[in-house]
């Protein structure tokens, strides 16, 4: 289990496994963005930073709950199948494991980094299990910023998995992410729209040829 005990709360966990049972989209003015391929993505406007929140509800066939958590917690395994990854590993700072994360952006963009910490927990809800992955960037002495690479200093997300009483898993992520530097729209647009269910595409067929599966 990687993480930081203490980092998240038993709060934040429950939020996310709620989600799964009831998508909280009401009182406040989430958009639906994209439905496609069993996949549903919602937007919510972040006032400060003009950017956008996100919510993506689906099932994932043919990739049980227990495998897809194992795959998206195995950071070395990522580098083989995520195709925008230039670097990704996690070390131990000051207590903690923390992880380093560079993405590989269009030319003529800058890549972004991101340093954050991050939690597993495999949770009994009401019989239902639940795996639940927090992540969220943090500041560490450890990991200075490159020259060249943005550095994403708001970065936030929650994945939620269950099986989906059959052979796949239904799926609850939460992201916010600030690139920072001036983005195209269309860029902007196009992770959302694309990127989001490709890259869940992607992790199913990554499931399928785990080296590590029972």
Partial sequence: MAGAAGCFSDEQFREACAELQQPALAGADWQLLVEASGITIYRLLDQPTGLYEYKVFGVLEGCS???????????DYRKNWDQYVKELYEKECDGQM??????KY?????????????QRRDLDVDGRKIYV????SISVPQFP????????????QSLAI???????????????????GQIPSWLINWAAKNGVPNFLKDMVKACQNYPKKA
């Fill in 162 to 180: 269950e099986s989906d009483n059959k052979k796949g898993s239904r799926v609850f992520m939460y992201y916010f992410d600030n690139p920072g």
């Fill in 98 to 103: 923390t992880a380093y994360w560079e993405v």
């Fill in 65 to 75: 709950p227990a495998l897809l958590a194992d795959v998206y917690m195995d950071l």
């Fill in 145 to 156: 910023e490159k020259s060249g690479v943005i550095r994403v200093k708001q970065y936030k």
């Fill in 133 to 136: 992955v927090l992540a969220q």
């Fill in 106 to 118: 269009p030319f003529p963009l800058s890549n972004r980094d991101y340093v954050y910490t991050r």
